[in-house]
């Protein structure tokens, strides 16, 4: 086994953004992350995963809001706790 298969980790993490654009603009031109993939799925979903340029610690797939109440939830995500470290 190899990759993520043989040892315990969280690997990716689902974070709701409001525009997938703006989201990639903060975490890889802001933060120095690195944009390791950008797919286009149809009806205005992509599949994007952003992820520390060092490449340790756990992706993020940015997932743009899809109605009032997941936009209701960015920034406040975890009831107003701490969310990454």
């Keep these: 086994m190899s990759g993520f298969a043989d040892k315990r980790c969280i690997a990716t993490v689902a974070l709701v953004v409001g525009n997938y654009d703006e989201a990639i603009d903060w975490y890889v031109e802001r933060l120095g992350f690195a944009l390791a993939e950008d797919v286009d ?28 109440t997941q936009a209701s ?13």
């Design 41 to 68: 799925l149809g009806g205005g979903k992509r599949w994007v995963i952003v992820t520390p340029a060092n490449a340790n610690g756990a992706r993020l797939l940015l997932a743009e809001a899809a109605d009032e």
């Design 73 to 85: 939830r960015i920034g406040n995500q975890t009831g107003g706790r701490v969310f990454l470290f």
